[in-house]
């Protein structure tokens, strides 16, 4: 009964990470590990097939090191997260961190280039997965590049375009995924 009762729900975490390395999240006054994350969410995905995660990350909190940024990479690639909200750490007056040795802006801004150039093709490979498919798709309204385009969602976190009627808005309508790419999908109304 409590599966039935949550089968309408998409499988989806969306999870305030922050950083793959346990002494970064210290220093930000985290009380979880890194490790901790880890063994919650396989043990999430042993539970919930088809479960898919997202996150918040943080690159260049003062005092990050190149291992402690290694260690961020070196999540990715075990949660393989289908996208993440990256952002470059800068200080806010008046907090704990930002009277803490900061990361050069430079450091921060290589680094974050290289963890997009990661997540971007972990995404790119998790998309493909779709292509072919047929999904119902919540239609949620006209696309914001493409007025003749409907966007919605279904059993992915990317938003899916595809052409539609305006009266499909609001409605559940079968899309067959023709086209992925990182941050969207591209699909034909069945």
Do not use: W
């Not at 043990?43 to 909190?61: Q, W």
């Not at 493909?128 to 976190?157: N, Q």
């Amino acid at each position: 009964a409590h599966a039935a009762a949550l089968s309408h729900l998409l499988p989806h975490f969306h999870l305030s990470v922050q950083s793959g390395c346990t002494r970064t999240l210290h220093r930000m006054r985290r009380r979880y590990t890194a490790e901790r994350v880890l063994e919650n969410m396989a043990r999430a995905r042993e539970k919930i097939p088809g479960l898919t995660f997202s996150a918040d990350i943080i690159v260049g909190f003062p005092g990050e090191t190149e291992e402690d940024f290694e260690g961020t990479l070196d999540m990715l690639e075990k949660v393989r997260y289908d996208m993440i909200f990256s952002f470059i750490y800068s200080p806010r007056e008046g907090t704990p961190a930002a009277k803490m040795e900061q990361v050069p802006h430079e450091v921060s801004t290589a680094r974050f280039e290289r963890m997009l150039k990661l997540q971007n093709a972990i995404s790119d490979e998790k998309n493909e997965r779709f292509v072919g498919r047929t999904m119902r798709i919540l239609a949620e309204g006209e696309s914001k590049t493409d007025p003749d385009m409907l966007t919605g969602r279904g059993d992915c976190v990317r938003p899916i375009h595809f052409r539609a009627p305006k009266e499909k808005i609001g409605s559940f309508v079968d899309v067959k995924i023709t086209g992925a790419e990182t941050f969207c999908m591209h699909g034909e109304m069945i």
